[in-house]
């Protein structure tokens, strides 16, 4: 009888559903349906690291919106996240979640499968798209990165990282030495991705995958012996080799391209652009706590001794 029910299914499915059907494909129903977020965070993915990001991107004022295949975890959180369920490799899914208007997709999920499926569909629904996607192992990074993600991150050699920041530490090797061993650690990674990458990736694919440069954004802490220097004065291209390429002073006051004459003050957000060793290499500089009190200073020599 297999062969026979296999057959029926289709046609009895669409019988039973053929009025809640003609409802959902109404333009009023699929106007509905369709996020009217802009600019936004999609999180493929609700587990531990999907949480997380969910958490950050709340707290920083981050759009978002969840997509998760299990159905108990999408009833625990309906009532607390702008979560839904659904499988985004499907374009329907994908166009409810913004696909058209979002800025990012993290995709965090463990099945290898699904995540080229997700990562090839949205690439081909929306070209602007920064799509950040979780892996096991290594020698899943390069196709990845072949079918549209801008981003892979691989479990594995990140946990490796992992594992010798916490020895080093142990060993009290100084935190800038740790993390310039990260920074290269994680550049010869990269090379050797792009090897394994197809030579004839497009120009748009290969701009994006410029491991060893970056842009990353720095508080200036009020302990910084930057505060009060101008750019031209705190010598950062020539001492750091990195670039400032702008100031966010406050949420209305943001400076693109400040001139040399700029002074900078505790609290503005720099841009800041080089290699990722050299941007690890400032944050010390720019993130300096300012100088202890003299109760404070006695306590932590005692504590020392």
Do not use: W
Request: aromatic share 6%; proline share 6%; with cysteine.
């Amino acid at each position: 009888l297999t062969p026979f029910l296999i057959n029926l299914a289709p046609r009895a499915a669409a019988l039973l559903t053929r009025g809640r059907g003609k409802e959902a494909s109404s333009p009023e129903a699929e106007q509905q349906k369709t996020s009217t977020l802009k600019d936004h965070l999609i999180i493929v993915g609700f587990g531990i690291s999907g949480k997380h990001l969910a958490q950050v991107a709340k707290e920083s004022g981050i759009p978002y919106t969840i997509l998760e295949m299990n159905p108990e975890t999408v009833s625990r959180y309906k009532n607390k996240e702008p979560i839904s369920h659904g499988d985004a490799s499907q374009p329907v899914i994908l166009e409810h979640l913004g696909v058209y208007t979002a800025r990012v997709l993290a995709i965090i999920i463990s099945d290898p499968a699904a995540v080229r499926a997700i990562t090839l569909e949205a690439r081909r629904m929306n070209p602007d798209l920064y799509i950040v996607a979780r892996t096991r192992f290594i020698t899943e990074v390069a196709p990845l990165r072949r079918l549209g993600a801008n981003v892979v991150i691989a479990e594995e050699f990140e946990t490796s990282i992992e594992v010798f920041n916490q020895v080093l530490t142990q060993y009290l090797v100084p935190r800038q030495d740790i993390d310039a061993f990260s920074a290269r650690l994680r550049q010869q990674n990269y090379r050797m991705i792009r090897r394994m990458s197809s030579a004839a990736d497009s120009l748009e694919s290969v701009a994006s995958r410029l491991p060893e440069m970056g842009v990353q954004t720095m508080r200036l802490e009020a302990g910084s012996p930057l505060c009060g220097l101008s750019l031209a004065q705190s010598n950062l291209r020539r001492e750091y080799a990195v670039t400032v390429v702008a100031v966010a002073r406050s949420e209305q006051e943001v400076v693109a391209s400040p001139p040399a004459d700029f002074v900078m003050e505790a609290g503005d957000l720099l841009y800041l652009f080089g290699k990722t060793d050299k941007l690890f290499a400032v944050k010390p500089v720019i993130c300096a706590a300012a100088p202890a009190t003299p109760a404070t200073a006695t306590a932590q020599e005692a504590h020392q001794a």
